[in-house]
């Protein structure tokens, strides 16, 4: 048994950053991360690599369309595709070394498995760095996962997910995205401007589900003008593989073919086999750990903190608390 004073379970965003920090306020802290790179979804396969290939392309489509405008010629643009996406790949791993560097220098024990509670200021890692931990305080940081379509089964390949869609080997001649959320629209974009055909299936009569609908509204006209076709009101209900092609089923409407498809309807938190009901810590309907203004969960001792609580990431700062989280309080 392993004794700290924090254990971090999960080193995206929400896990890291509170690491780190604590470890600066003086605790010794423990961080399970079941993934050999740390960073989690946003640098590893999320909003780095994303803006990564949304630059790389921004700057393509940029050279070979809209610099003449400017009076600057540029003759003989292509695209290195490869190129681009090690670039994608390096920048990724600049920013997870970041963060091991800095669990390093802040002396924050790293366990490399899936960590999942067993009681009470305990938690067990299965995996590679098996082992018992216990700590008087332990922050859930699990993070969340691709949102399952009913009818669509992921293949990993030709029906992938934003993970897949960061990666392509080739420019798809014609990439289904089904979800106009932002993550399905960014990596639309990205493919767009690389060449691709981009069809966008929404089961909304709108883009940006969530969002400020005047801003939607803008997206839309913008995205349309730079050749992305928005589908609104398609309820999509089956995509087959046939060799390189996919086949997309649309209620009341014909199938489409295309050569990959990109599902980004949503996110799920990730709080399976996390051990939560050991320490009676209940989920709310949509499935999130229930916080308080300060990440207390209602069990004493346990804090949940990034996607796997209510609220985007960059929900507004939460009121300033007395103290920090302290090693004897
Ligand atoms: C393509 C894409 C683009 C995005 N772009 C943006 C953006 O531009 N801006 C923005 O704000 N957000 C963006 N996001 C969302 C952002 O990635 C998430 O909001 C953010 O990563 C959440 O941070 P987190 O720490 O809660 O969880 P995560 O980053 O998901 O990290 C959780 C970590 O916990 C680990 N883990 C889970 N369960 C266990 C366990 N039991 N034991 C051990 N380890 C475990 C996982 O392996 C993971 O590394 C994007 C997401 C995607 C997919």
Redesign the pocket.
């Known amino acids: 048994m392993k004794k700290h004073d924090l254990i971090v379970?999960?080193?995206?965003?929400?896990?890291?950053v509170a690491a780190i920090r604590a470890a600066q306020l003086g605790l010794d802290v423990a961080c399970?991360?079941?993934?050999e790179a740390?960073?989690?979804?946003?640098?590893?396969?999320?909003?780095i690599?994303?803006?990564a290939l949304l630059e790389a392309s921004e700057r393509y489509h940029a050279a070979g369309h809209d610099l003449a405008d400017f009076g600057i010629k540029v003759a003989g643009v292509e695209l290195d595709l490869a190129r681009m996406l090690e670039r994608k790949t390096k920048v990724v791993s600049q920013n997870t070394g970041g963060v091991a560097y800095l669990f390093k220098k802040n002396k924050i024990t790293r366990y490399r498995?899936?960590?999942?509670i067993t009681g009470p200021g305990r938690v067990v890692v299965e995996g590679q760095d098996a082992n018992e931990l216990e700590a008087k305080h332990v922050l859930i940081?699990?993070?969340?996962s691709?949102a399952p379509l009913r009818g669509v089964t992921l293949d990993g390949d030709r029906i992938g997910t934003?993970?897949e869609a960061?990666s392509y080997p080739e420019v798809p001649k014609h990439l289904v995205v089904i979800g106009a959320g932002?993550?399905g629209l960014?990596?639309g974009s990205v493919w767009n401007r690389l060449g691709a055909k981009v069809t966008v299936l929404e089961y909304l009569e709108r883009i940006l589900p969530g969002m400020d609908s005047d801003i939607a509204e803008e997206a839309e006209r913008i995205f349309t003008k730079q050749g992305i076709e928005f589908r609104l009101g398609s309820k999509v209900t089956g995509a087959r593989r046939d060799g390189d092609k996919v086949f997309v089923s649309v209620e009341g409407q014909p199938d489409i073919e295309c050569d990959r498809v990109l599902v980004s309807v949503g996110?799920v938190p990730?709080t399976t086999?996390?051990g939560l009901d050991t320490v009676g810590i209940e989920l709310d309907p949509r499935g999130r750990i229930p916080i308080d203004d300060d990440f207390r969960t209602y069990v004493s001792g346990f804090y949940a903190?990034?996607?796997?609580v209510r609220g985007?990431?960059?929900r507004t700062r939460p009121k300033k608390r007395a103290s920090p989280v302290s090693s004897t309080s």
Do not use: F, M, Q
């Open positions: 379970i999960g080193a995206g965003p929400g896990g890291y399970i991360e079941e993934e740390l960073g989690g979804t946003c640098v590893r396969v999320g909003c690599p994303s803006k498995g899936h960590g999942r940081a699990t993070g969340s691709v934003s993970t960061l932002y993550i960014e990596l996110r990730n086999g996390l903190i990034g996607d796997v985007p990431c960059w």
